[in-house]
């Protein structure tokens, strides 16, 4: 079992910064796949982007190509997402995930979830 719990969110102006954390706790992880998702309200949860543990390749969605960047911190177990240049269409309820596949993009593909933290951005 994995256990995730995010933070650093909030209220921002279009155009900062917020850097997120997801602090991941339990089973044996570095195997693992971990990803963000976000979810805006009356919305589909959306990928935004993705890192293994071992070796560290990245996957983004589109939307937040070269605005935002995941990383990992292995011996602090957290994974992190910068976010620079931020819209006001980036708010959403933002939620990091953990997956024993080698890739995913899809929010089925996770089997561990945080509870969220909220991002608001103003225009």
């Known amino acids: 079992q994995v256990q995730l719990v995010e933070s650093g969110g909030g209220l921002v102006q279009a155009g900062g910064s917020l850097r997120l954390s997801c602090a991941a706790s339990?089973?044996?992880?570095?195997?693992?796949?971990m990803g963000w998702f976000r979810q805006a309200p009356g919305k589909e949860r959306d990928f935004v982007a993705a890192i293994t543990w071992r070796g560290g390749a990245t996957t983004y969605a589109d939307s937040v190509k070269g605005r935002f960047t995941i990383s990992r911190d292995n011996a602090k177990n957290t994974v992190y997402l910068q976010m620079n240049s931020l819209k006001p269409e980036d708010t959403a309820v933002y939620y990091c995930?953990?997956?024993?596949?080698?890739?995913?993009?899809?929010?089925?593909?996770?089997?561990?979830w945080g509870q969220g933290t909220q991002v608001t951005v103003s225009s």
């Open positions: 995930a953990a997956t024993a596949r080698v890739t995913a993009r899809e929010s089925y593909e996770y089997a561990y």
């Open positions: 339990g089973r044996t992880f570095p195997t693992y796949v």
